[in-house]
């Protein structure tokens, strides 16, 4: 895939994921947020592993066995990491630090392991969309960060960046159907214990059930299928900070689904956000570490 059409797909399923806040808003009282990471993975492992199995994506030949078990870890431990700091810290300052911490560890984790130092265009471009994040949840009021909820937030923002670097490399050998639901169903089979320690008699429910489907099918198979296929082209620390689209989207669904209001300087920050991702968007060669643009340099040579 070449252009504009991966970077999309990045943001697509980053939108996708911008709806779990609200589809939570609708879980029963009862309904653990681990629980709900649990079930949310449970069900879109199981999805995966159904379309992989359709379309004949599975195969035991070429898989890269260490970056399987670290993705699948990853994942594992974003899910529980993400849902205790937004209960310890709010869902605004969890998803602020979550979220803004990922790009820089994504560079940084590039830059070291990688040997591809992100382009001053990415900084600029990720440096927008963080303070864009940051100003759009500015109408919190004042808040007491726990440091304790801080660390978990930011072991969830370590945790995405080492699932989609790992993913990145496991792209390479194995497609994107197949490497997400070998990743997803080893996630969910690590969180299984969670489902008979915490009560899960609120799946049983309307409500319960509506959630569950649209948490593992819409917000975890279709949009980490669509994150998959645009990692493919898409430099891992710029697919991370195209994921910022997501707590983007869940704003302006509380403001027009829910009936949340913004305030003027988070406006501003939705802006900043939007001129961050499109940036980042509209010019993909200039996102693109100096590594891979030599790499292709010399195959045209």
Known sequence: MNGKYPYLLVILGAMLWGTTGTAQSFAPDGAHPIVIGSVRLAIGGTALLLIAIWQKKITLHNWPIKETILA?????????????????????????ITLSSAPIIAGFLEWLFGKKRPSPSWWMATGLSIAGCLLLFSNQGSVTIDPVGALFALGAGASFTVYTLVSKKILDKQ??????????CFSALLLAPMLFIFDISWIGTTNGLAVSLHL?????????????????????????????????TAALLGVFLIGESLTLMSWFGVGLLLCGIISLTISPKSSKSPAIMNQKLSVKK
């Open 175 to 184: 497609p994107p159907e197949a490497t997400a639901a070998v990743i997803f």
């Open 72 to 96: 699948t870890l990853g994942m594992a431990c974003y899910q529980p990491l993400f849902f205790t700091a937004v209960s310890m810290t709010g869902i605004a300052i969890g998803t602020i």
């Open 216 to 248: 593992g099918l819409l917000a975890t198979a279709v949009a980490y299928l669509l994150f998959n296929k645009g990692l493919l082209s898409v430099p891992s620390s710029t697919a991370v900070s195209l994921s910022l689209a997501e707590p983007l």
